[in-house]
């Protein structure tokens, strides 16, 4: 069972609750059918407020522990970057009344600093491209000690009993602690109640729903669908944005979910924080995680998994099936 009396595990629900909300409204305030292909100004100012948030949060409560990020301020201490600044500063201080400018681009530089013996991982919007059509995105947060995730919290507003997409239900928080399991609430509403997450006991590969993306980014279609054949999948993927796919898994509503390396970048390495607090949830809910070889996730190498090749996530059941498919087809 959870120990809500580690002030951790409280900070990492807390903030990223409030993230959630956060960018959800801006999500609502800027995320419109007439947005013009390719303006990514809303994700910019929810990826910049999420951080900005978590980095004012860590900076009072836990200001000894450094918190590597995604963003940094650079661009909006330029006079370009005026106008998004002051949208962002709009946003946070909804949140926190006092916010200023000069607040904002320190709280979101606090996230500029280095993996260390304890620190935090931040993506403030993982699935950008989600996010903007309205679909799945989530944030995630993790802190890491000694090269281990230690705990893990993914807040998704568009998904709903950490399987469904509804963008206008309560939203799903999934928090795992390392030796205490991975547990699921929602993010608006009464948060008090947790449900216990496991994954499926599925053992057939011709069975496994594989959690796919939208978008082709730093993985391998045509790869995909040749590990496909390899299992004899029968049953049809499901199609998910951002890690949001590790709570579908821990759900026991997917089975496997891979990244594979695109041809476009076959030396790509995976950012810490786009694996961090998403794989703990598999893990605490009975599932595995490793890389393409089925070599453990080392995050103890800096801001890069720089040790692993690729991700493939499991119900455990299926994993050394899944891992003798990636090798007959060379992936």
Known sequence: MLNFDRPETKFALDMVRQASLLVKQVQADMVSPALTKGDRSPVTVADF??????????????????????????????????????????????????TTMDNVCSWIDYGAGEPADRFWTLDPIDGTKGFLRGNQYAVALAMIENGQVQIGVLGCPNLEDGYKPNPKGKGTLAIAVRGEGAWLTSIEGDNQSFAELHVSDTSLGSQARLLRSYESGHTNIGQIDYFAQELAVEVEPVRMDSQAKYIVLAKGKGELYLRLLSSKQPDYKEKIWDQAAGSLIVEEAGGRVSDLHGKRLDFAAGRMLLNNRGILASNSILHDEALIALREINA
Do not use: M
């Open 49 to 98: 407020a999420s951080q900005a948030l978590i980095g004012w949060g860590l900076s009072e409560t836990f200001p000894e522990r450094p918190l590597v990020g995604e963003e940094d301020a650079a661009d909006l201490r330029q006079p370009a970057g005026e106008g998004t600044l002051e949208q962002v500063t709009r946003f946070v201080s909804r949140f926190i009344p006092t």
